[in-house]
C-alpha cells in the first residue's frame, strides 16, 4: 500500500470569462503548474509554490490561488506540517531542505517593543528643517585620542585610527552569494549600495567580474569552503567578513545544490560545474580564539591592514560571551545573525528549531561589551529578520551600529517568499541560474527598487529619531530608555535591558 497523495497547498483557477487566453500564465510559470492542451489551458494545482508569479502577470486578473483548500482534520499537536513532513521522510528518507527563514509562528520580538516619542517638555525635531546626523562608522574606534602640537603650533592627531567604514545610512544589504541568487539579483543590489553610499556582501561564492566595477561598496567574505578566496578576491572588497555561522542554521556549512551550479557560478566559486558546494560545519583552521586571531591577522596582513575585518556569527544561547572573545581578537566588528535570518537552502529542522531572536542577541552583546570595556574595540551589525524602518530603529536602540538585511532587498526585487529558492525555478529570476529566468530580471529597474527601498527607509528613521528628540544615530545607538516592552515577561525585559510599557 502506498502513501497516497497529500492536500494540495494551493488551488489555482482560471476565470474563463476573465481569461483572454493569451497563455501568459504558461510563460510565466517555471514550476509546470499551467498546459495547454488543445483550445483549453490545464492547471496541475499541486505544483504550485504560491510565487504569485503567474497572478502578477495576467492581464485580466483572472487567476486566484486559495490557500490549503482540503485541509487534515484538525489536531493542536499533529499539525498538517508536522504530518506532510513524516509523509516526505517516508518517501524519500532525507533531510528535508527549505528556503528563507523560520516559518514558525512564534512571537516576534520587535513587535512587542515600542518606541518613545517626545511630548511637551523634551520638544521633538522636524528632521525636513533640521539636520538628522546618520552617517556611521564600522570598526574599530579609539578609547581616548591624543593630540600632539606641531612646530607651527597647529595640532595633529597622533592616535593611529583603524580602518572604518563610512556609511551614509546604517543599513547595509547581507551576503547572499552568486549561486544562491542570480549574477542580476547581485548586479541591482550592487548599483543600489553604490549609488547610497552603503555595502553589500559577496556571500561565499566569490566576486564575478561584472562586480568589480562596484568593488568598492563590497564586503567579501571568507567562509569554511573558502570558494573564490585568493589574493585578487581579497584585495578588492572595501571589507572582509570570516563566516562562522549563519542565523538560518546554526553549527553547520553551506549548501549550494549542483543544479544551481552553472558555468559563471563554477567559475566564481573555482568548482566543477554542476557539483554541489558543500561547505564543512566548522572553519578546519579555526577551533579556537587563538585560531580565529591567526586567521584575521593573516587576512590583514594580506591586505597590508588596510581593510575592516568582520566575523560573523550565529544568535546562539552564548553569543555574548563569543563576542566578546571576538572583540579581543583583532576583528573590527561583529555580524550577529538571529535565528530568523533568511537562506537559499538550509535544512528544515534546522532552519524552525535552532538558534536565538536578533533582539535578544544584540542586548546580551551590547550588554556584556559594555561591561567588560570593549565596546569600542568592535562595532556590532544586526541580521536576520529586519523587516521595516521600525525594526532596524529598535535594532539600533538594542545596541547595533548598523543592520543587514537580505531578504527585505529580495522582496524589493520582486520574491514573494515561497520558499522554493533551492530548487533554482524562481520565476522573479531572483534565486535562479536558468538564463531565462535570470533575464526577467533588469538590473536597472531592480537597482532603483532596491535604493527605493533603503531611501524611504532612510527617511522613515530620521523620522523616528526626530520624534525622540534625537538628531543623531550616535545618541539612539544603545539608548534602549527609548523603548519599552509590551506583553513581555519579566525575565525577557531583564535581558533586553528594557522596561516594561508604563513605566
Known amino acids: 500500500m502506498t502513501l497516497g497523495s497529500v492536500p494540495p497547498k494551493f488551488k489555482v483557477s482560471i476565470d474563463r470569462d476573465q481569461c483572454m487566453d493569451c497563455g501568459r500564465c504558461i510563460e510565466n510559470c517555471s514550476y509546470g503548474v499551467y498546459r495547454r492542451e488543445g483550445d483549453?489551458?490545464?492547471?496541475?494545482?499541486?505544483?504550485?509554490?504560491?510565487?504569485l508569479r503567474c497572478v502578477a502577470m495576467c492581464p485580466r486578473d483572472a487567476i486566484t490561488l486559495t490557500e490549503k483548500p482540503i485541509d487534515y482534520r484538525s489536531h493542536p499537536l499533529w499539525t498538517r506540517e508536522v504530518r506532510e513532513d513524516i509523509i516526505k521522510q517516508a518517501r524519500s528518507g532525507k533531510i528535508i531542505l527549505s528556503g528563507m527563514g523560520n516559518a514558525r509562528d512564534l512571537p516576534v520580538v520587535y513587535d512587542r517593543l515600542l518606541l518613545d516619542a517626545c511630548q511637551v517638555t523634551n520638544p521633538s525635531i522636524d528632521p525636513l528643517r533640521e539636520p538628522m546626523e546618520l552617517r556611521t562608522y564600522i570598526g574599530k574606534?579609539?578609547?581616548?585620542?591624543?593630540?600632539?602640537?606641531?612646530?607651527?603650533?597647529?595640532?595633529?592627531?597622533?592616535?593611529?585610527?583603524?580602518?572604518?567604514?563610512?556609511?551614509?545610512?546604517?543599513?547595509?544589504?547581507?551576503?547572499?552569494s552568486f549561486g544562491a541568487i542570480s549574477l542580476n539579483s547581485q548586479l541591482s543590489m550592487a548599483k543600489a549600495v553604490t549609488e547610497l553610499g552603503t555595502y553589500m556582501g559577496t556571500g561565499e561564492g566569490g566576486l564575478h567580474e561584472a562586480l568589480y566595477p562596484y568593488q568598492d561598496h563590497m564586503v567579501v567574505q571568507v567562509a569554511s569552503g573558502r570558494f573564490g578566496v585568493n589574493i585578487d578576491y581579497l584585495e578588492r572588497g572595501a571589507a572582509i567578513e570570516i563566516k562562522i555561522g549563519q542565523g538560518a542554521k546554526p553549527g553547520?556549512?553551506?549548501?549550494?545544490?549542483?543544479?544551481?551550479?552553472?558555468?559563471?557560478?563554477?567559475?566564481?566559486?573555482?568548482?566543477?560545474?554542476?557539483?554541489?558546494?558543500?561547505?564543512?560545519?566548522?572553519?578546519?583552521?579555526?577551533?579556537?580564539?587563538?585560531?580565529?586571531?591567526?586567521?584575521?591577522?593573516?587576512?590583514?596582513?594580506?591586505?597590508?591592514?588596510?581593510?575592516?575585518v568582520f566575523v560573523k556569527i550565529a544568535a546562539v544561547h552564548n553569543v555574548a560571551p563569543i563576542a566578546a572573545g571576538i572583540a579581543r581578537s583583532s576583528a573590527d566588528a561583529v555580524v550577529i545573525d538571529g535565528f530568523r535570518g533568511g537562506t537559499g537552502a538550509a535544512p528544515k529542522v534546522f532552519r524552525d528549531n535552532v538558534g536565538i531572536p536578533i533582539e535578544v542577541?544584540?542586548?546580551?552583546?551590547?550588554?556584556?561589551?559594555?561591561?567588560?570595556?570593549?565596546?569600542?574595540?568592535?562595532?556590532?551589525?544586526?541580521?536576520?529578520?529586519?523587516?521595516?524602518?521600525?525594526?532596524?530603529?529598535?535594532?539600533?536602540?538594542?545596541?547595533?551600529?548598523?543592520?543587514?538585511?537580505g531578504t527585505a532587498a529580495l522582496v524589493a526585487l520582486g520574491c514573494r517568499v515561497c520558499g522554493n529558492c533551492y530548487r533554482n525555478l524562481c520565476p522573479w529570476g531572483i534565486a535562479t541560474q536558468r538564463p531565462d529566468l535570470v533575464s526577467r530580471l533588469d538590473p536597472e529597474v531592480g537597482a532603483v527598487q532596491v535604493s527605493n527601498l533603503i531611501k524611504g527607509w532612510t527617511d522613515e528613521l530620521s523620522e523616528l529619531m526626530g520624534a525622540a528628540g534625537i538628531n543623531s544615530i550616535e545618541s539612539l545607538r544603545g539608548n534602549r530608555d527609548r523603548l519599552r516592552g509590551y506583553m513581555l515577561d519579566e525575565k525577557m525585559l531583564e535581558i533586553l535591558d528594557v522596561l516594561p510599557a508604563g513605566a
Open 40 to 51: 483549453k489551458i490545464l492547471i496541475e494545482s499541486r505544483k504550485c509554490t504560491g510565487c
Open 361 to 405: 542577541a544584540i542586548a546580551s552583546v551590547d550588554q556584556k561589551l559594555r561591561e567588560q570595556g570593549v565596546r569600542n574595540e568592535i562595532s556590532i551589525i544586526a541580521s536576520g529578520g529586519i523587516r521595516t524602518s521600525a525594526d532596524l530603529a529598535k535594532s539600533i536602540a538594542l545596541g547595533a551600529d548598523a543592520v543587514n538585511i
Open 252 to 308: 553547520i556549512g553551506g549548501h549550494l545544490p549542483g543544479e544551481k551550479v552553472s558555468e559563471e557560478v563554477s567559475k566564481a566559486r573555482m568548482i566543477p560545474v554542476g557539483s554541489d558546494a558543500i561547505s564543512p560545519a566548522p572553519h578546519h583552521d579555526i577551533y579556537s580564539i587563538e585560531d580565529l586571531v591567526q586567521l584575521i591577522r593573516s587576512l590583514k596582513e594580506a591586505t597590508e591592514w588596510k581593510k575592516p
Open 141 to 176: 574606534k579609539p578609547s581616548k585620542l591624543k593630540f600632539r602640537k606641531t612646530e607651527s603650533g597647529d595640532v595633529e592627531l597622533e592616535t593611529k585610527l583603524a580602518p572604518n567604514l563610512k556609511l551614509n545610512t546604517p543599513i547595509m544589504i547581507g551576503h547572499m
